[in-house]
């Protein structure tokens, strides 16, 4: 019966082999590092929290969807070719 051997103490057990959470994790996610003295100032120039930030980010994309593109700036266009 395989109950009596599992209740035996002096039975041998298997080893039991270690294997990070982190070995499958994606590596080189962040690009750059910032200094945390840095990055906490930033982060505190918005006073009320995330609802400034939603409204920063807004900003920022109507600032950028106003400036004019240049029609060639990507190369792509009339008489462009690709390589």
Excluded: C
């Excluded at 807004?58 to 593109?69: H, T, Y």
């Amino acid at each position: 019966m395989a109950q009596s051997q599992a209740t035996d103490p002096a039975s041998q057990v298997p080893a039991v082999s270690y294997r990070s959470v982190f070995t499958d994790t994606p590596k080189g996610v962040e690009t750059d590092t910032l200094e945390w003295k840095a990055a906490n100032s930033e982060v505190g120039q918005f006073a009320r929290g995330h609802i400034d930030i939603l409204k920063w980010e807004a900003a920022q994309a109507k600032s950028e969807a106003s400036k004019p593109v240049m029609p060639m700036s990507h190369g792509v266009g009339m008489g462009s070719k690709k390589p």
